[in-house]
């Protein structure tokens, strides 16, 4: 998938550069409007305010610019549309969730994008959401629907909240194509095919496995060990 070409910023920062340097927009006038030391972030600002001053014309004022995106966002990518859709199946509004239907809609969107247009319909005050109660009786469907309702987590945001068993659900939801984790894409057959994911025969290669030696036996083995920020992605049958 392309590059993002918008990005999640205040709808308020991205109105007062929009009335301020439309065409002579400069990193160095954003590094010092917002105290932004970033350079990514300036870049995002750029990129966003591009984009936007394409699509958008009116900027008389904060709502009026902010209304004239919104109108802009349902039309261009059919979000009333996805929205509903995605209502009729009772799935929580994400990034992940909303990049998905967009994408079976035959509208190519980025997570990224996805989640920009969330936070700028709840900024203008268009976007609620009502809460859908689930049912979750094992550890496993908690651990699922943490996800499902923040759409992408990180592994040390998991195992603080469930614990060390944690790991083990995430490869089973992994194998049951309930969530994505490019980490563990690359070893699909190492990893589907252990009993044990703390004695896996063999050195296997790859960052996410650590290697010990059976002190009785002097055999290797290695364990399937999740860095932190590995990123844990809700996936969704649309």
Do not use: C
């Amino acid at each position: 998938m392309r590059s993002s070409r918008f990005y999640p910023l205040p709808l308020r920062n991205l109105y007062k550069l929009a009335i301020s340097l439309t065409s002579n927009l400069s990193p160095e006038y954003i590094e010092e409007k917002f105290n932004i030391k970033s350079s990514k972030t300036i870049k995002q600002y750029e990129k966003t305010l591009k984009w936007i001053t394409k699509n958008v014309k009116n900027f008389t004022s904060l709502d009026s610019f902010s209304s004239d995106l919104v109108i802009y966002l349902t039309k261009e990518f059919r979000l009333k549309e996805a929205i509903n859709l995605l209502n009729e199946e009772l799935i929580p509004i994400t990034s992940s969730s909303l990049s998905k239907v967009l994408n079976n809609l035959g509208i190519e969107v980025s997570s990224t994008e996805a989640r920009a247009m969330i936070y700028w319909l709840k900024q203008a005050g268009v976007l609620q959401e009502r809460r859908i109660p689930v049912l979750t009786l094992s550890l496993e469907e908690r651990v699922l629907e943490e996800m499902r309702s923040k759409g992408s987590v990180t592994y040390a945001s998991l195992r603080r909240t469930f614990g060390d068993e944690v790991r083990d659900i995430i490869v089973s939801l992994w194998k049951k194509g309930l969530v994505s984790v490019p980490a563990l894409d690359n070893h699909r057959d190492v990893i589907t095919g252990a009993k044990n994911l703390d004695r896996i025969p063999g050195i296997p290669k790859g960052k996410i496995f650590a290697t010990w030696q059976d002190r009785i036996t002097g055999e290797a083995f290695s364990e399937l060990v999740l860095p932190p920020r590995t990123r844990i992605l809700a996936r969704w049958s649309l």
